[in-house]
């Protein structure tokens, strides 16, 4: 979508990222810098507000205060379809598809966005072959390839968690944002899922945020670990530091222990 | 050639197509299969039908909006004619100018209310345009100087569509060719053309996104559709359709009015014959709308004849007399949808 950018800048910033709900602070002034070519695990009990810091980034929810900057370009107030079209991509924790829809166009709508077709009204959609063409080819990077006729809500869950990746790698996003990409999958299916992270990590040009409970995931992924715990903050550095901090013990690891 | 015309939705089952070939060569062939100013009228409200209801299946049964507004831009259309036709003369210039207008104001009547009401949850749409349409109605009827009224407005048109106007000497397969004949080509071939147009809007690259937004429209925002943007799109398409459906409306009857047009009875039909053809598929628009126009006319002329074969036994005349068909219309629909929830189309498909 743009071209490579400098290790320097950083690609996704959120500045003093606020929202209320009601009484209750769910995000609370919440600065951070995410650089390319790292890939940063956000951490943090059950209800820390790591699914609605990313509701902030990628558009779903608009803050009550502070701002989100993209390659240093104010984007709180645009909808979440135009952060899509700059170059944020997210995946969804619970699976969020086209239900009856095949798999294949589930994927192929994806690459239909990023090619900016959508507004194409005269010509018959299977006449672009290219399009169908690399669907096909994210499909086979997920290895859905098989399940490509089926609709997508006959499914097995795992299958639908991976077919949830290939719509993001469809997208071809700069930052990408996996929210609990492993979540309840079968322990077989796993190694799949963190291949490809590892994949898209080793392309280099790549900012990757992702949400994880999974402690061994996290520590084998993560070049840089922040924490969030009620909403805040606590720490932010290099995995074995975060992890060994006595915050993170007591805030996370204390309370989550049984995960 | 075929997979052009049709933009690679084929019926995909052999009955359909059987069906579907039926209509088309019934609809084509009408003024000489079928003579008579009766049936004549029956083909060509078909046609108009057909059209009329593809439309909403874009925006009903492809995109998830229910737009209770469609008769208005239907009526639109029609006055456009009418008002065009009554004040500057029976010309085809004037023909030309009041379809334009009529367009552009249903484009940006339909953008306006697009825009501003889209955003918000379907029922509230449905809503939002119920008033609207109403008001338009109400409109129409009160600005009685302009539209006619209640009495709507009959005028003349050019020389050529007249029944008087003979084209050929000597009858054609004995029907004599006239302007009557005329004005029903020119509405079969409209209507047909820009059904396969909506066909291939329905099959592009942007009729995809509206399955997407009809299918979860979450989805479609966080993979880059604007789907305000999209639904006001779609919405515009089949307003100017259903528009056209209202040119070639008047054009055949010569007449507008709030009755043939704006009336929220012809709203409960399309509606009907969208669901009974099967939503979202557009060749459910033509077995539909064929369908419930045949059976709302002939429907009483059958029961008449049933009603009389009956004569003498207790009760059954009574039953099917004429003054009941709409009971026994009633009674077809209810169970027609019953028996097929997914449409006579989508019958047809399942089978396979």
Redesign the interface.
Known sequence: MSEPRSGEHPVLETHGLTIRFGGHVAVNQVSCAFRPDTLTAIVGPNGAGKTTYFNLISGQLRPTGGRVTLYGEDITALPASQRTRRGIGRAFQLTNLFPQLSVLENVRLAVQSHAGMGLNLFSVWSGHVELIERAEHYLHRVKLTERRDTLASALAHGDQRKLELAILLALDPDLFMFDEPTAGMSVDEVPVILELIHEIKSQGDKTILLVEHKMDVVSSLADRIIVLHQGELVADGEPATVIASPIVQQAYLGLAGHE | MTR?LL??DYPRSRMLATLLLLILAGLAFAPFAFPGTRSLDVAAKVCVFILLVASYDLLLGYTGIVSFAHTMFFGIGAYGIAIAATRLGPTWGSLVLGSLVALACSALLSLLIGMLSLRVKTIFFAMITLAVASFFAILASQLSGFTGGEDGLTYKLPQLLLPGTKLLEAPLFGVEINGRIVSYYIVFFTAAALFLALL??V???????L??IR??D??????????V??RS?ANC?AALAASAAGILYALWLRYAGPDTTLSFDIMIDILLMVVIGGMGTMYGAVVGATLFVIAQTYLQDLMKLASDAAAGIPLLPDLVHPDRWLLWLGILFILSVYRFPAGIVGKLRGRQ
């Open positions: 052009r933009s690679g291939r809007v099959n592009s690259p942007f009729g995809r996104v399955q997407a299918e979860n979450f989805r479609a925002e966080a993979i880059g559709y604007r789907s943007i999209y799109v398409v």
